[in-house]
């Protein structure tokens, strides 16, 4: 069952060495290849054979690869709020990919033998023993054509790029834009049974259908389960595949998962892999689709989940309940939103889905995990953007948690604080809050008299599309929170009939040390200051991030963070870095800076997002005149103190 591929260039039987790579071949056929002659006899592999994962890369070229790269830096450095535009952007990417003339080759002399065959995925970051990433990549089966094959295997190597698989590996940590997959070809099982066993400390399930065991693990066929324990005798051939179970497990030295079929001549093994925390025995959920109030909810409902969102959940509710509470309470306009649990199959069923959920309208924003936030897209799309990224096709019994909240665009935004001398300070943008949070406008700027002071108030001229009253509203309530959280910021979004409170930040205003500021990002760190002076190109790369994460790509602005990454490099130690505001390109600096001190920002733009996300610290703070490179800087929380370098 197992003869050699060696003659066919760019195929690797599971004989071969190569074929036990699996920084060549992925773990997947990797770990075919390092049973397939250990079994007893009971047991068989059936013929397979890997394209490796060079292939790909091969393919792709060169021009694809560093646009692959470009993409995926805009997607990390944005906290994966870009995924709504990544599958048009990837398949374009991806368009008219074909296979290599000398890899034709070798399928036509692999399928000379006759079919028909299967076509599987062996990514090099799936079925590790930390993560699965089960379900994310393409298989194909029942094959009988050389066209067949090929196709299944460009589909293969284009759905690594899927944003299914893209967001899967964001949440493990892993933005490496490289092309990691291998692509298995393996002769079908004319099977009368198939599907999957795990072991566990002290059983084995064995799962079972009929027909193939794809339809098994994509939840399609309802499934005869065996829960198998020392005591337990199993029936044929129930039996013999958990004896090959238990011997892959003491062979492999772990907890095995593996896919099996059984046919007149046998036990065959498809797959195996090691049990992950991502892999459960517990037997497929029903429908679910459970939803609650963002903000307003006082307890939790038992089908919600937290999950990836649970650090996001907190941090969002902790901050915004009690002052959208406070708002509604005074008449100002908020905008709830949703926490939600849902899978696939509850996604579809209408009787779950809540009535509000068809009638969404506009556009909202959907957080996926501290990985993946703030994708903004219209709600017509909100369907079939989780089902691609959440791959609820694909398992569609997986629960899933998402924030949920409707976008207020509008026609300005607004940032508004209170002073000392009970005026209130409004900066106003028609290009919206978006740009002022991202540091891409100046905003203009307009000062609201004390609210007792009718005659200014009378003489006072509201910029469109604001009006008296609603600057009014907007002052007052300015006050009332700035009351309770002193040295705030409200940020508003005015949709041409009412403003809407969006959200606030709060800043230390302590004299106690050197120089004080408000603090973007928490924590304490220290390093020479690198001063950057502002040029423009900080806000060009900002309003479209194309720099490579290479720093090679051939345009003019990448040349700027690449020059900066060898600067810092050749410091004695990483620096402070100062910025006249946290432009968002200023995210390819994370991983090689202690912190940042800036001259003015946000406390919501992007680049404070992912600097609290990253623990690094930041402030916004003015700095002396005497200021300057070298200088010793230490960030404390919203203190900065700065020593001049020793003279020597």
């Known amino acids: 069952m197992n003869t050699s591929v060696k003659q066919f260039h760019l195929l690797f039987g599971l004989d071969s060495t190569a074929g036990r790579d699996m920084t060549v071949v992925g773990a997947k056929f990797a770990n075919l290849a390092a049973v397939a002659d250990r079994l007893d006899g009971h047991a068989a592999v059936p013929h397979a054979a890997a394209i490796p994962a060079g292939a790909f890369t091969d393919a792709l070229g060169p021009s694809r690869t ?102 899967a590996r964001l949440r493990a940590g892993d933005a490496d834009p490289a092309p990691r997959i291998a692509v298995i070809l393996q002769q079908m099982v004319d099977a009368d049974l198939a599907g999957v066993a795990f072991t566990q400390e002290d059983r084995t399930l064995v799962c079972a259908t009929v027909g193939t065991g794809e339809h098994l693990v994509s939840g399609l066929t309802a499934a005869h389960r065996y829960d198998i324990t020392g005591q337990s005798v199993p029936p044929p051939p129930y039996d013999q595949i958990a004896a090959l179970a238990g011997e892959l497990r003491s062979h492999l030295g772990h907890e095995v998962d593996l896919e099996w079929a059984w ?52 941090s969002v509710t902790t901050k915004r309940s009690p002052a959208f509470g406070l708002a509604f309470r005074h008449g100002v306009t908020v905008d709830d939103g949703w926490l939600i649990t849902l899978n696939g199959t509850g996604l579809k069923d209408p009787l779950l889905r809540p009535q509000w959920w068809d009638r969404l309208t506009g556009e909202v924003i959907v957080d996926l995990g501290p990985s993946a936030r703030q994708n903004i897209l219209p709600a017509a799309d909100l369907a079939r953007f989780l089902s691609t990224v959440l791959n609820l096709q694909g398992d569609p019994h997986a629960r899933h948690t998402i924030l949920l909240r409707p976008f207020i665009r509008g026609t300005s935004g607004a940032v508004t604080r209170t002073n000392h001398d009970r005026s209130t300070t409004m900066e106003h943008s028609a290009e919206g809050l978006l740009a002022i949070n991202r540091g891409l406008t100046s905003p203009s700027s307009l000062d609201l008299p004390p609210l007792d002071d009718q005659h200014s108030w009378a003489a006072l001229e509201a910029p469109e599309p604001w009006s008296l009253a609603q600057l009014r509203q907007v002052a007052t309530f300015t006050k009332t929170l700035t009351e309770l959280y002193p040295g705030t910021y409200l940020e508003w979004v005015h949709d041409g009939q009412v403003p809407h409170f969006i959200d606030y930040s709060t800043t230390e205003n302590s004299l106690a040390s050197s120089y004080s500021g408000s603090t973007l990002s928490g924590g304490a760190a220290q390093g020479p200051l690198l001063m950057l002076p502002d040029d423009g190109a900080l806000t060009r790369l900002s309003i479209a991030p194309i720099v490579s994460i290479k720093g090679d790509a051939d345009v003019p602005e990448s040349h700027y963070i690449a020059s900066l990454l060898e600067r810092i490099a050749q410091l004695p130690t990483p620096p402070i870095v100062y910025a006249d505001r946290p432009y968002v390109i200023l995210s390819r600096l994370i991983g090689h800076v202690a912190g940042f001190v800036f001259a003015g920002g946000s406390d919501l733009c992007h680049l404070a997002i992912l600097l609290r996300e990253d623990r690094v610290p930041a402030i916004v703070a003015d700095l002396p005149d005497q200021a300057g490179d070298g200088h010793l800087a230490i960030v404390d929380n919203g203190r900065l103190h700065l020593r001049a370098p020793v003279q020597t």
């Open 263 to 314: 046919h007149p001549g046998g036990l065959r093994l498809l797959q195996v892999r090691p049990v992950t925390a991502a892999l459960s025995v517990v037997p497929p959920a029903g429908p679910v689709f459970a939803t609650t109030s963002l903000y307003y909810s006082e307890q939790l409902p038992a089908d919600i989940e937290l999950g990836d969102c649970a650090d996001v959940y907190i």
């Open 66 to 167: 560093t646009a692959l790269a470009e993409l995926f830096h805009e997607v990390a450095s944005t906290a994966g709020n870009e995924l709504i535009h990544l599958d048009t952007r990837l398949a374009a990417t991806l368009e008219s990919l074909t296979l290599p003339s000398a890899l034709w080759k070798a399928l036509a002399g692999w399928c000379a033998d006759g079919g028909p065959w299967a076509v599987r995925s062996s990514s090099l970051v799936e079925d590790g023993t930390a993560r699965s990433h089960a379900g994310l990549y393409e298989s194909y089966l029942n094959l009988t054509t050389l066209a067949d094959v090929a196709e299944a295997v460009i589909a293969c190597w284009v759905s690594f790029y899927s944003p299914r698989a893209v967001l």
